[in-house]
């Protein structure tokens, strides 16, 4: 109710002035037929659906990358641990370079793009109740954890920071080879995975760098908002003669209820549009959000775990039942 209060007043609004205009100041003619609202309204019905069902799959869409990015980390925590002797250095700067990897595609993910939705007012007042994790601390910070100072300056400097930083993984790989610390096979299967990470790179970023269709949006809204316009106009007849059947205190009065009936009817395909509106965009830093900054934190533990790292911080980001 709060996150829509503000439909909520205008659709109040819109049923009040066609009952003045009917019922006080008597304009009969303005009471539109039921069966054109209902045509309009089961027009609307249906693009709704359709746009929301589009929204979703995009929010599905980015929860398999993500998942795959999750289970393949584990894969390369594996690799880099098993196929190097325990001894070496080796297993901690693939590891390192791989969350250095993982941390800046998040980064890069949550930077704001002018059709997204977060900055709308509704949305920014919900904010209060959870703090976005890469609002908190700067890409520099985080990366200085797990790269050492040269790296660092140069993928701070590349056009693609997280494809510069996978091709640091890539040169290491080159370097072990090259020292013979890992034999062809192994090279060969460490390769493969980096292309993977590039596949779903690029799948994340095609995602967030492609606005939802905007014809959809716009005949979406049109309809929306033409049929809350017009749905009061359509009830006055009906809620008129129910004044036939009644006695007492509702008598010649039951017209007004069109202003609770019409304000439900309308809030709820408003609201369905809201949600599909801020599902559309699931890396924007909304409540709404795939948890990319979870499963960053939880590949982060996984795989320091691996190196036999203890005391690591606690990766929970649950604030007010949001997980960002």
Known sequence: MKWTKSKIYILILLGFIPICLYHIFGLKWVAIPWSVIAMLGTATAFILGFKNNLSY?????AQNVWTSILSNSRA????????????SESPKTLIYTHIAWV???????????SWESTNKKNNVNYRKHFKIPERQTTLKEELAKYLVAEELEAALKARNTSTYIMGLQSKNLKSLYDKQEIIMAQFMDMEKSIK??????GKSEQIKYSPFPRQHNIINNLLIQSFSFLLPYGLLSDFNRLNESVDGLMKGNMIWLIIPFSCLISWLYSSIAQVGENTENPFEGGANDVPISQISFQVEIELREMLGEVNLKNTNLNQNNIIL
Do not use: A
Request: hydrophobic letters at 25%.
């Open 196 to 201: 993977e990470f590039y596949n779903l790179q």
């Open 57 to 61: 799959n995009r929010s599905l869409e």
């Open 76 to 87: 390369w925590g594996l690799m880099g641990k098993d196929y190097l002797p325990d001894n």
């Open 103 to 113: 941390t800046s595609l998040r980064y890069s993910m949550r930077e704001h793009q």
